[in-house]
């Protein structure tokens, strides 16, 4: 089944160890973004990558960094996470961006990191 | 900017019953999803809603939009305890896509 598969399903990392989130998918589609749900909140959206192209949201941390190195994989680096970093960490997947049908957004399981 | 808001928060229902979430939206867009969240998981596309006057039903969960009012509806038939879960409503902006989430609704069906 094609899918978002997200690596791993719970990471724990000390305070200020840089630790990196994998997600890879199977859907060949153009589009990975990555969000950030803290505990009882809606999820925010990180960055996204559109093919290679990379877009930051404003408010997104410098200390949050995504590499997409080809189509299927993408990576979410924390550089020195804080205790504030402790959160679901949600990948998704849209098709495209320029038409309506392609817009839809399939999520991966989720990694759930622990800052000890 | 585009803001979500759901309403209510926070949802007890008897089993049976039927109820409403809503969902107002602040600018015009044409894309709005619900998604269903369990304990701990991921999100779990139920709806997704591209025109004026869209319904989608799916068992006892039926959604619709009203873009010109900017809301959105999720109502619940018959509520049974398997519905118990976190529901919430995004939309989509117009460039790259990004989902805007309302707050979401936790619903709690009881026996």
């Known amino acids: 089944d094609a899918m978002v598969i997200q690596n791993p399903r719970y990471q724990v990392t000390q305070f200020g160890k840089p630790v990196t989130l994998s997600c890879s998918q199977t859907l060949n589609h153009n589009v990975m973004y990555w969000y950030q749900q803290k505990s009882s909140q809606a999820p925010k959206l990180l960055f996204h990558?559109?093919?290679?192209?990379?877009?930051n949201e404003a408010d997104t941390p410098d200390n949050f960094q995504s590499r997409r190195p080809n189509t299927s994989f993408c990576f979410l680096d924390i550089r020195s996470p804080g205790l504030g970093d402790a959160a679901m960490y949600l990948c998704?997947?849209?098709?495209?961006?320029?038409?309506?049908?392609?817009?839809?957004?399939?999520f991966g399981p989720g990694t759930r990191l622990t800052v000890t | 900017e585009l803001k979500v808001e759901q309403n209510p928060l926070f949802l007890s229902m008897q089993e049976g019953k039927n109820y409403t979430i809503y969902c107002n939206y602040s600018t015009t867009s044409d894309r709005l999803y619900w998604y269903r969240q369990d304990p701990g998981k991921s999100l779990e596309s139920l709806f997704v809603?591209?025109?004026?006057?869209a319904v989608k039903q799916e068992g006892r969960l039926m959604a619709s939009l009203d873009t010109k009012a900017r809301l959105s509806t999720l109502h619940i038939t018959a509520a049974v305890h398997d519905l118990s879960a976190t529901y919430f409503c995004a939309m989509s902006m117009e460039y790259g896509n990004k989902l805007v989430f309302g707050a979401g609704t936790i619903l709690r069906v009881k026996s």
């Open positions: 809603l591209l025109s004026n006057g």
């Open positions: 990558y559109y093919d290679k192209d990379f877009n």
């Open positions: 998704a997947t849209s098709r495209d961006l320029y038409r309506l049908q392609d817009y839809e957004q399939y």
